[in-house]
């Protein structure tokens, strides 16, 4: 087995976080043999409204309420690095990391727009993409440019969680839906963030302290 660090990276906009995104982290740990996942808590997406986009600080905070007592790191470090794309922010974890093998998590909802996102047949080169499928997107995913070019490299599950890494390498995970979603989450509750304890911050990944000095920028969409 090898010696590096097995670590998931799971993005977002975690507006809010919720035990939708923690369960199919714990899952992907368990499908494809991972040591632990990191939630990389997009400072902004240009994609999505501005409005009803609660502060990065407040979730961040909602991120580590839902993580809390699992193999789960919460991180800023986007913001931290002042990277504007994806595939900066992986080229900048790797360069950092060397000691750990990285797998990118997605939903299937952002594999049908994946091809929209800057160099994303780097981010495919540069690690593993493994694909949590969602409701209602099977359609969107079988007419995507990307996933037509990902579908090459596809292996399952079982065979990755017990060989060697390679990229690009995709990696098809099914599980039970689960019916949570932010969107459901705001607007049952658009006070939310309203609610969340205060008090310094430190990032679970980098240990610096955070949000006296983090810039806001933008990113592409995320689960």
């Given at each position: 087995m090898s010696a590096q660090v097995r670590t998931g990276l799971l993005?977002?906009?975690?507006?809010?976080?919720?035990?939708?995104?923690?369960r199919i982290s714990l899952f992907a740990m368990t499908a494809l043999g991972l040591d632990e996942v990191w939630w990389l808590v997009s400072p902004g997406n240009p994609l999505k409204p501005r409005a009803g986009?609660?502060?990065?600080?407040?979730?961040?905070r909602s991120a580590l309420a839902q993580a809390r007592r699992a193999p789960i790191r919460v991180t800023a470090i986007e913001a931290q690095l002042g990277t504007r794309y994806t595939i900066d922010t992986l080229r900048g974890l790797v360069r950092r990391y060397p000691e750990r093998e990285f797998v990118w998590l997605m939903g299937s909802d952002n594999v049908a727009q994946f091809h929209q996102w800057?160099?994303?047949?780097?981010?495919?080169?540069?690690?593993p993409i493994a694909v949590i499928a969602r409701p209602g997107y099977d359609g969107a995913v079988a007419v995507s440019p990307a996933a037509a070019w990902l579908r090459r490299h596809r292996v399952a599950a079982s065979s990755f969680k017990q060989g060697q890494w390679s990229a690009p390498t995709l990696v098809n995970l099914r599980f039970d839906?689960?019916?949570?979603?932010?969107?459901?989450i705001r607007r049952a509750d658009p006070d939310w963030a309203s609610r969340l304890p205060t008090g310094k911050l430190f990032d679970q990944v980098t240990h610096r302290s955070i949000f006296g000095h983090c810039n806001s920028g933008e990113h592409e969409p995320r689960a």
């Open positions: 993005g977002g906009s975690f507006n809010p976080a919720h035990g939708g995104h923690r986009m609660a502060p990065h600080e407040a979730r961040y800057k160099a994303w047949r780097a981010i495919a080169r540069l690690m839906p689960d019916p949570r979603s932010a969107t459901a």
